[in-house]
């Protein structure tokens, strides 16, 4: 079975207001994860209340949609051998003040709420989210030539990538 997968990133409105975005894309880019699709927008409420419906009882769900309105985000689509589980350990835990240095959150966040991205935390969610804000026409498949120095030969041949 395949582990090559994709994941969901959402560079969040405290990231781009603090000029994060060339931090955190390069932080992917030099792990080696491939980008297999990238756009900035504003979030409408209908797409919030689909994305946080999870929260919608909860006393915050009206600042969390406020902030995340708040600024135009940039949603990205990463490519991996294991890229969830992987992206997780590169963001760290929600909580920035705990999460450890050297991961996104640990380097820039002091926040529970206000933690620089969002990251998909399963295949289900990573499936679905990516189907939320990315038409199939936006997402790319191509060889990344460097995969060879990335991955080993057993771990692409799996793949077939």
């Known amino acids: 079975m395949s582990n090559m997968q994709r994941t969901l990133i959402i560079v969040k409105p405290d990231a781009m207001q603090r000029n994060l975005l060339g ?18 927008t504003r979030l409408s409420d209908e797409k919030l209340d689909e994305h946080y419906i999870h929260h919608k009882d909860k006393p915050f769900f009206q600042d969390l949609k406020g902030f995340m309105k708040s600024s135009p985000v940039v949603f990205l689509v990463l490519e991996g051998h294991e890229v ?36 998909s935390d399963s295949l289900e969610s990573a499936e679905a989210e990516i189907k939320r804000f990315f038409a199939e026409d936006e997402l ?17 041949d799996q793949n077939k990538n």
């Open 84 to 119: 969830i589980e992987t992206v997780r350990l590169i963001i760290g835990p929600t909580n920035g003040r705990v999460a450890d240095a050297g991961s996104i959150r640990g380097d820039f966040s002091m926040s529970q709420a206000n933690n620089i991205v969002h990251a």
């Open 23 to 40: 931090r955190i894309v390069t932080r992917f880019e030099e792990k080696g994860l491939k980008i297999a699709g990238m756009k900035m």
């Open 140 to 156: 790319y498949d191509y060889q990344k030539d460097d995969w060879n120095w990335i991955y080993a030969t057993d771990e692409l």
